[in-house]
């Protein structure tokens, strides 16, 4: 008798069927440091390191942002941006977004430790095939429950970037920029974002 495959965990009764019980952290410590680990509600969800392309989209936009807001070089400062940083939400959900920012007013200092405990007031998902629909459907609705204010969704695939807010219990889509545009998107309106520099074009 053997464990079912994949990352799932599972325990078994005594008539030999599988009862699946609530992955931990201790799972997702025991994971390959070759994937990114993350718990959501309950069940341990194993993504590879993301393709190169994805990687230029996530180091480009840091860069854009961690100088005018995180620094406060060309722009009103106030902010902490971090990269792939790890969220401890309500639930024992685990997440790892791609960027995530927090108001200095809200989060002062930076927690020591690996992972966050204050909700985030911007997060970003750069979407690739193997994680598009868990981002989108698995992540997108603990982001609201959490109340994490804006949500980026950029696939460097179709050169899209959708800028969500959070309106009562959900996300209400505010803006979808594509291609080679110039834009100002919420909550960093105060300085434009050329897309063509973050997909290396234009």
Known sequence: MTMESGWGVGVYRSEGTVEKKPATYADLEALPETVIGELIDGVLHAS???????????????GELSGPYDKGRGGPGGWFILFEPELHLSGGNVLVPDLAGWRRERMPGIPSGV???????????????????????????????????HLWLIDPKVRTLEVWRLEGAGYQKVAQHEGLAKVRAEPFEAIELELGFLWDEG
């Open 48 to 62: 590879p390191r993301p393709a190169l392309r994805h990687s230029l989209v996530s180091s480009r936009l840091n």
């Open 115 to 149: 992972g966050c405990t204050v909700v985030p007031d911007w997060v970003c998902e750069v979407l690739s095939p193997s994680t598009s629909r868990l981002d989108r459907f698995a992540k997108q609705p603990i982001y609201g429950r959490e109340g994490v204010k």
